[in-house]
């Protein structure tokens, strides 16, 4: 169970609802909090996501009861669907496999659903309701009009050949086809699905509707539907978010050490953007250990043995000179100004965080969902390192997903220019709103509690303008 409470919020402040009734934010939130757990057992992921906005919002009702009315955080923190189902194929022994399917439409108050389709063993209905509750905020923040949800399977690619791949795909959609659409939900990829699973599962929805329905998937290939920038976008996203943030601070991301975990989409692209801005990549990781390369990152490199050759890191260790592989070792020991954490959730925990404090990290930006555990969160602050969260600083990638959106409905192709700088302004619109809310919130600096607000607020106007739906 993740704890509420919190050392500047610990005042028993009140007030009064308009209808009359007094109520106090402290116990009102874990009360809220308290009915989460209750409801939804057994999905520590998704309790940690809802714990991180609640914390936030207790500045929210100190100033404004409204939203305390109406149940809209209950509402909230509710999907308005949750879709589980039997997803059977064939693997190339002719033996039948069974993976379970998970589709999670949290809110579409602001749009149609939209959320990327996760393919790893440890997918579950809590992790997939953790995406998804993050996703409505992330959306809301990117003022792009598209709602929140998230879904994925068990299933895992790693070791499969593109025949199981495909029949997986092919039956997963065969599912799913019934609950999307353009106007209605629009998954795009995640970890472990990424262009050729994206190209199965929109074959298999235009074979079953017999209609080339191009914005009902995003990360589409470029040839048929596709957006430039996407498959960079959430890398590129993050690294122009910390430019910001650094900024702000009167830094400059130029010859400055990063540190990013991860080797795939996400950290490649955060590498590619952070090295051609002036800094030095200094470490990158897969599930096996991290490189340790002082002198930077040879990206094409990188690009051949991660994209084309689908190898792991220690393969680039073995083909360069002047680098370390350091077996199942902790890449947050290595020395750094920049940490973009770019694998998975809760890969950077309490003691790495103090780790990182100690050897002189002064910023640290998730470019995964929720990789920073609330104790590494909590030695942030404690130690004054500037800490941006996944759902501002990771926004990149959906928003670059709702322009492919924008495309395919106008019947037009952007260029790579073109596209990149939206993205870039989207970037630094989120970074905007997220420190004004932050300010005037009185928690200047505070990304968490700016970004939570910020996105939350958009959502749930919209949600008292339409009503108890």
Request: charged fraction near 25%.
């Amino acid at each position: 169970m993740h704890s509420l409470n919190n050392s500047t919020t610990q005042q028993q402040l009140s007030f009064v609802l308009r209808k009359g009734t007094p109520v106090n934010v402290d116990q009102t939130v874990k009360e809220y909090y308290d009915q989460i757990l209750q409801r939804n057992a057994g999905e520590p992921e998704f309790h940690q996501a809802v714990a991180e906005v609640l914390q936030s919002l207790k500045y929210v009702l100190r100033k404004d009861s409204t939203y305390a009315e109406y149940g809209l955080i209950e509402r909230m923190c509710e999907p308005e669907r949750q879709i589980i189902f039997r997803v059977p194929w064939i693997d190339d022994q002719g033996q039948v496999r069974v993976n379970r399917g998970f589709r999670v439409q949290f809110n579409s108050v602001l749009g149609p659903y939209k959320g990327g389709l996760r393919f790893h063993p440890s997918v579950n209905l809590g992790i997939i309701k953790f995406l998804g509750f993050e996703q409505i905020f992330k959306n809301s923040l990117t003022g792009l009009p598209i709602g929140g949800g998230k879904g994925g399977s068990d299933f895992d690619p790693k070791g499969k050949s593109d025949r199981e791949i495909m029949a997986f795909c092919q039956s997963f959609m065969t599912e799913l086809q019934r609950h999307i659409g353009d106007k209605v939900d629009v998954p795009a990829g995640d970890i472990g699905v990424g262009a050729r699973e994206i190209g199965y599962l929109f074959g298999q929805y235009r074979r079953i509707n017999g209609r080339h329905e191009n914005g009902v998937l995003t990360g589409k290939g470029l040839n048929w539907g596709g957006s430039l920038v996407r498959r960079e976008a959430t890398g590129y996203g993050c690294v122009y978010f910390t430019q910001e943030m650094m900024a702000a601070e009167g830094k400059r991301l130029d010859d400055t050490r990063v540190i990013v975990s991860g080797s795939g989409n996400v950290a490649i692209y955060a590498i590619e953007k952070a090295q051609e801005l002036g800094a030095t990549v200094v470490a990158f990781s897969d599930s096996s250990g991290y490189v340790y390369c002082p002198e930077g990152v040879n990206l094409e490199l990188l690009h051949e043995i991660k994209e084309v050759k689908r190898g792991r890191v220690s393969d680039y260790a073995k083909a360069i000179d002047h680098v370390e592989f350091h077996e199942n070792g902790n890449i947050w020991e290595v020395e750094a100004e920049v940490a973009l954490p770019c694998a998975t959730q809760n890969e950077l925990d309490g003691e790495s965080a103090k780790i990182l404090a100690d050897n002189g990290c002064e910023f640290v930006a998730e470019g995964a969902n929720m990789p920073c555990t609330p104790e590494a969160i909590e030695v942030f602050r404690k130690r004054k390192i500037h800490f941006a969260p996944g759902k501002a600083a990771n926004a990149g990638g959906v928003a670059t997903s709702a322009l492919e959106m924008q495309q395919n409905a106008s019947r037009d192709s952007w260029s790579f220019e073109y596209t990149d700088k939206r993205l870039r302004n989207i970037m630094r619109n989120v970074f905007k709103v997220t420190a004004r809310t932050a300010e005037e919130f009185e928690q200047p600096g505070n990304y968490v509690a700016g970004a939570n607000i910020a996105g939350f607020r958009k959502v749930a106007d919209a949600m008292l303008a339409q009503g108890v739906i």
